[in-house]
């Protein structure tokens, strides 16, 4: 059973930048597709981004591409969102996801992923 933790949050200014980790157990760990979301005050849960099991393809929406940047190394279990840029709208907690169900690169749901970890809370002051 692969679990997930993350860290890495805090307080930023805007503008700033944070790497956020996502460390996983367990060995099938590097076949799961893994994902981000965020979650703001009174809001749903939304879907940032995507990696492929191999590291090798990413998905991102339009909101926070070309500013965040999703990564892994199968060889530590770890994923990271780059987080560059950073927005008073980015406020929120973060969540990692895993899944080892194949995934179409595509905007997708928290339906789409099986596991997650506890979140990690970013917030951006101005």
């Known amino acids: 059973q692969v679990q997930l933790v993350e860290s890495g949050g805090g307080l930023v200014q805007a503008g700033g930048s944070l790497r956020l980790s996502c460390a996983a157990s367990g060995r099938t760990f590097r076949t799961y597709d893994m994902g981000w979301f965020r979650q703001a005050p009174g809001k749903e849960r939304e879907f940032l981004g995507v990696?492929?099991?191999?590291?090798?393809?990413?998905y991102y929406v339009d909101s926070v591409k070309g500013r965040f940047t999703i990564s892994r190394d199968n060889a530590k279990n770890m994923v990271y969102l780059q987080m560059n840029n950073l927005k008073v709208e980015d406020t929120a907690v973060y969540y990692c996801?895993?899944?080892?169900?194949?995934?179409?690169?595509?905007?997708?749901?928290?339906?789409?992923?099986?596991?997650w970890g506890q979140g990690t809370q970013v917030i951006v002051s101005s």
């Open positions: 996801a895993g899944t080892p169900d194949v995934l179409t690169l595509a905007p997708l749901t928290p339906l789409d992923f099986k596991i």
């Open positions: 990696i492929e099991w191999t590291g090798g393809r990413t």
